[in-house]
């Protein structure tokens, strides 16, 4: 074999022996990623703790500020006073409820997967069914009015003593417990690897004592109450006595909103318990 022959065979061999170890490491490396992807797919989208962290701080935050939002709409209108006690009837909460569209108003969808979207809308869609259900259903039947016990022909303009939220009662409570909350989430998830079921608990228990904890630092404030009919004064009638078919509005919910920082805190110290 001539020289110009030889040195032709090995610039040939060499470029195949570098094929060769290219085409080795590529396959290496898509093995390898293969690898990794499947791993991840098997975790699902919370496999980490990191993962799970970042969406309760999202989480929390979204609901506090539409939470927010929604309080300072809040109006309480159409309550009746019978003598000492005012009445609010389910229906009297005026205003919007609190909604997933709202609560998804201020969330960052870029480069995030339809899997984590689709989680962090059914923790919107879950506190939106449950506060509607108690909106609608709350009641209270003694908010109290002083002056309503005794007072001569009619009821003059006076406003409630505050009162707790948590003092009324309503039949949509239910809802808002850490079982129903929690079977609406699983009802709409994207996926059900034990990451995102994890991350559902976590999310069901912080939002059911945190809205617990809001029902009783919230309070009833400012309803004003006029009008009526109240006993005649001595000697034509019995009065001063208490007022019937006074009417009450004006009223407005005042204090802590809901604590979307007490939610992150208990969705980490549950996914710490998990981690044990």
Known sequence: MGKYSQAV???VSATMKHSRILSFSLLFLALFFSHAEAEE?????????????????????????AWKEWQDS???NGIEVEGSQGLLQPGDIGGPVISASSILASFDREGKSEDYIGCVKAVA??????????QRGYSHNNIPFP??????FTLPPCKNVPVTVGSGVSSGDREMTERALYNYLLYYAP????????????????????????KDSCFIIGILATGGIAPQ????????????????????????????SSMDSRMLEYF????K
Not at 50 to 62: H, N, R
Not at 204 to 213: P, Y
């Open 272 to 275: 710490w318990e998990q981690e």
């Open 191 to 214: 996926a059900r690897e034990e990451g995102t079921l994890i991350v559902f608990r976590g999310s069901a228990k912080a939002i059911s004592e945190c809205f617990a904890e809001w």
């Open 74 to 76: 809040v109006l309480l």
């Open 147 to 152: 002056q309503g016990a005794s007072c001569t």
């Open 125 to 134: 869609g879950a506190v939106e069914n449950g506060m509607r259900s108690w």
């Open 41 to 65: 797919k098997d975790g699902g989208i919370f496999s980490t703790l990191g993962s799970k962290k970042q969406f309760a701080g999202e989480v929390s935050f979204l609901i506090e500020k």
């Open 9 to 11: 065979y090995g610039t």
């Open 233 to 260: 004064p001595a000697p034509m009638g019995s009065g001063p006595g208490p007022v019937r078919g006074a009417k009450g509005r004006g009223g407005r919910l005042a204090g802590p909103y809901f604590d979307g």
